[in-house]
């Protein structure tokens, strides 16, 4: 069993900047691909970047590729989404998701319903 807790949502204006991070409870986590999804009020669930186990392979959602930047620390368990240029469109809660997916394409990388482990979620806003 995997725990993920998210941290460093808030609030910021268009054009700022955010980090969030996702803190893994035990270092098997080490071994998954993390990735960050986003929900925004009525939408569905969306994916926004993930990073191989090694972190030498990325995966990025169209809107946000050149603006955020996954990349993951295994010493401490602890994933990042470094968010530059940030857009009221981006608003959103994000959450942080870990497992093993079969496949090492974004079609399958990029699918909500590969991931078991979620964290709770922080909320991004971003003022116009």
């Known amino acids: 069993q995997v725990q993920l807790v998210e941290s460093g949502g808030g609030l910021v204006q268009a054009g700022g900047s955010l980090r969030l991070s996702c803190a893994a409870s035990?270092?098997?986590?080490?071994?998954?691909?993390m990735a960050w999804f986003r929900r925004a009020p009525g939408k569905e669930r969306e994916f926004v970047a993930a990073?191989?186990?090694?972190?030498?392979?990325?995966y990025y959602a169209d809107s946000v590729k050149g603006r955020f930047t996954i990349s993951r620390d295994n010493a401490k368990n602890t994933v990042y989404l470094q968010m530059n240029s940030l857009k009221p469109e981006d608003s959103a809660v994000y959450y942080c998701?870990?497992?093993?997916?079969?496949?090492?394409?974004?079609?399958?990388?990029?699918?909500?319903?590969?991931?078991?482990?979620w964290g709770q979620g922080t909320q991004v806003t971003v003022s116009s």
């Open positions: 998701a870990a497992d093993l997916p079969d496949k090492d394409v974004l079609a399958v990388i990029a699918d909500p319903a590969v991931y078991d482990y």
């Open positions: 035990t270092g098997t986590a080490s071994t998954y691909v």
């Open positions: 990073v191989s186990w090694s972190g030498s392979r990325t």
